[in-house]
């Protein structure tokens, strides 16, 4: 295996922070970088505080907390934070024109040998590759979320990533506790592939009218044993981030079936968002863990 030792975190947000919680806490020496010194801080604050949960838990000690933190130096400058890095994890948001940008800025920027992997969730790893100048070393390197728990990566190989990079990302991967799944590069790979279209039956179902939102979200807890029902989990993933993912199926499937619901595009549009904005399906107050469905489709 190619050897990995810094890592470069592109990205602070829910994504960014978690992958490299989960990094630091391994052992690997992680750069997180974000162009916002505020979302840099708050992410530090945000691991920090899971940290402290697992120590609630006691699957760590106080010991590891302050190794892991240690372990993670900030950036604002992506040069300066992946002008080392072994491997770059860019989890940035999930927007087609400011991936390309960023690969192949990190083209440029990265020693030759890197490897540069995305966390993109449906986003073409060959289309990203093709701006760099080295597309055999990119790679789609796909955490859920939230990544400190989730075991599964989903790891896809572009259609000029190499057996010896994939091999080293799927090696890697295993180092960190996780499970990985290698797939093709084809639009929403698997995870998205076959979630996204049930989410969004979810909302047409609603759309339609043919169940309101606890009812459809029981139905799939209880009748076929999911920890939480699509509405709930759009809501937790962003429906902005459920709409990209849908847009770029249509777009690469040409298919209708993979066309995003018009209440979907409508809550999105109006800032509806899920979790991060406060509103979605369900609504959200700071600090309360109730769930109660949004007014609008009480």
Not at 18 to 40: C, K, M, P, R, Y
Not at 50 to 62: A, C, S
Not at 87 to 106: H, S
Request: aromatic residues 6%.
């Amino acid at each position: 295996m190619m050897s990995m030792k810094n890592i470069t975190v592109i990205g602070s947000g829910t994504m960014g922070n978690g992958i490299a919680h989960t990094f630091a806490q391994n052992g690997f020496s992680v750069s997180l970088v974000d162009i916002n010194e505020v979302a840099l801080q708050r992410a530090l604050q945000t691991i920090a505080g899971n940290l402290d949960r697992q120590i609630k838990k006691g699957t760590i000690d106080e010991r590891v907390k302050t190794t892991t933190l240690a372990n993670i130096k900030t950036y604002t400058d992506v040069a300066e934070g992946a002008a080392h890095a072994d491997l770059v994890v860019e989890a940035a948001t999930e927007n087609r024109d400011i991936k390309l940008k960023l690969f192949k800025q990190l083209s440029e920027t990265c020693k030759p040998e890197a490897i540069l992997a995305s966390n993109t969730s449906s986003i073409s790893i060959t289309e990203i590759a093709a701006v760099t100048s080295n597309p055999a070393n990119v790679i789609g390197m796909h955490f859920m979320n939230p990544v400190p728990v989730m075991k599964l990566v989903e790891v896809i190989r572009g259609y000029a990533t190499t057996d010896a990079v994939t091999k080293t990302i799927m090696e890697l991967s295993r180092q960190l506790g996780k499970d990985p799944v290698e797939v093709n590069d084809y639009p929403g790979f698997v995870a998205n592939r076959i979630l996204m279209p049930m989410i969004n039956e979810a909302v047409y179902t609603l759309f339609e009218g043919v169940a309101g939102v606890n009812e459809i979200d029981t139905v799939m807890k209880l009748g076929m044993a999911h920890p939480m029902g699509p509405l709930q989990l759009a809501d937790f993933i962003g429906l902005d981030v459920c709409l990209a993912i849908l847009k770029v199926l249509y777009n690469g499937f040409g298919n209708p079936k993979y066309a995003p619901c018009p209440l979907l595009v409508n809550m999105v549009t109006a800032g509806h968002l899920g979790v991060k904005s406060g509103s979605g399906f369900y609504g959200y107050i700071a600090g309360s863990k109730e769930l109660v469905v949004a007014e609008k489709f009480a």
